[in-house]
């Protein structure tokens, strides 16, 4: 709750500051605050509805400001953040088998799903899994038997 009000704080004076601006363009508190909520806005076990809830509030709020190019962002991270449980285990088999895959157009396909759905983390490191089979720092030899039935 006092991260989410801090949040909110920060992005209401960043507003103030762009509005007094008022050429659209993110000021720099508030192209922070966009980078920082990707950042470190995280699921809590306890409140599992908390973090959707407050990409949302940012989002409103980058509406409001006229920023609808960073709103829709913020909404699509909510919106991956509220996926089903099964939608859930859809995504990590994905994930697991494009990890285990030597297919690098294969393996930027789904990097680039995942970015589109605002899980850029999970983008970055399958991007790194495809510069490693480029590499050849991965191959289908260097799995374990267990990785490779999967």
Same mark, same amino acid.
């Given at each position: 709750?006092?991260?989410?009000?801090? %949040?909110?704080g920060?992005l209401?004076?960043?507003?103030?500051?762009?509005?007094?601006?008022?050429?659209?363009?993110?000021?720099?508190?508030?192209?922070?605050?966009?980078?920082?909520?990707?950042?470190?806005?995280?699921?809590?076990?306890?409140?599992?509805?908390?973090a959707?809830?407050? %990409?949302?509030?940012?989002?409103?709020? %980058?509406?409001?400001?006229?920023?609808?190019?960073? /709103?829709?962002?913020?909404?699509?991270?909510?919106?991956?953040?509220?996926?089903?449980?099964?939608?859930?285990?859809?995504?990590? /088999? @994905? @994930?697991?088998? !494009?990890?285990?895959? @030597?297919? *690098?157009? !294969?393996?930027?396909q *789904? !990097?680039?799903? %995942?970015?589109?759905?605002? /899980? +850029?983390? @999970?983008?970055?490191?399958?991007?790194?899994?495809?510069?490693? *089979?480029?590499?050849?720092?991965?191959?289908?030899?260097?799995? +374990?038997?267990?990785?490779?039935?999967?």
């Amino acid at each position: 709750m006092i991260i989410e009000a801090g %949040f909110v704080g920060l992005l209401l004076l960043a507003w103030k500051k762009g509005k007094q601006r008022g050429d659209g363009k993110l000021s720099v508190e508030e192209e922070t605050m966009f980078r920082e909520a990707f950042e470190n806005i995280r699921i809590d076990k306890k409140d599992p509805e908390r973090a959707p809830r407050l %990409f949302r509030k940012l989002a409103d709020g %980058f509406d409001k400001y006229g920023h609808p190019i960073h /709103a829709k962002l913020l909404r699509t991270r909510a919106d991956y953040l509220e996926r089903t449980p099964e939608k859930k285990a859809e995504h990590e /088999a @994905i @994930i697991r088998r !494009a990890m285990q895959s @030597i297919n *690098v157009e !294969a393996i930027e396909q *789904v !990097a680039s799903g %995942f970015e589109k759905m605002t /899980a +850029t983390g @999970i983008a970055r490191d399958l991007r790194k899994h495809a510069q490693e *089979v480029r590499d050849g720092k991965f191959t289908k030899e260097s799995q +374990t038997p267990q990785e490779a039935s999967n």
